[in-house]
Nanobody
Framework: QVQLVESGGGLVQAGGSLRLSCAASGRTFSTYAMGWFRQSPGKEREFVAAISWSGGNTYYTYYADSVKDRFTISRDNAKNTLYLQVNNLKPEDTAVYYC????????????????????WGQGTQVTVSS
């Protein structure tokens, strides 16, 4: 069983920044593929970013086109924590942001299939005002 707890959301003006965190339980956190997804009212949950383990100390990162160059996903395995640095926020980034864990390797390139993620946090709200 893996528990995930997000934090760091809030209200920010367009162009601002936030750092979202996701604290995870689990003895083998370093091997999990971890992802960030978001969901706004009336829309499906969508992929934002993922970081997957490729063996040893090698990790790969993936981003949705809409956030590339503005968002950065990272992890601190010593702290069992996943991060999402979000910069240059836009009103369309307003959503509940969820972190998720995939205890297996992603089957497809990009680790963007939400159905491969077995564990989810409760979400943290990000609201961007114009």
């Amino acid at each position: 069983q893996v528990q995930l707890v997000e934090s760091g959301g809030g209200l920010v003006q367009a162009g601002g920044s936030l750092r979202l965190s996701c604290a995870a339980s689990g003895r083998t956190f370093s091997t999990y593929a971890m992802g960030w997804f978001r969901q706004s009212p009336g829309k499906e949950r969508e992929f934002v970013a993922a970081i997957s383990w490729s063996g040893g100390n090698t990790y790969y990162t993936y981003y949705a086109d809409s956030v590339k160059d503005r968002f950065t996903i990272s992890r601190d395995n010593a702290k069992n924590t996943l991060y999402l640095q979000v910069n240059n926020l836009k009103p369309e980034d307003t959503a509940v942001y969820y972190c998720a864990a995939n205890l297996n390797r992603c089957s497809g390139y990009g680790c963007n299939d939400r159905y491969e993620y077995s564990y989810w946090g409760q979400g943290t709200q990000v609201t961007v005002s114009s």
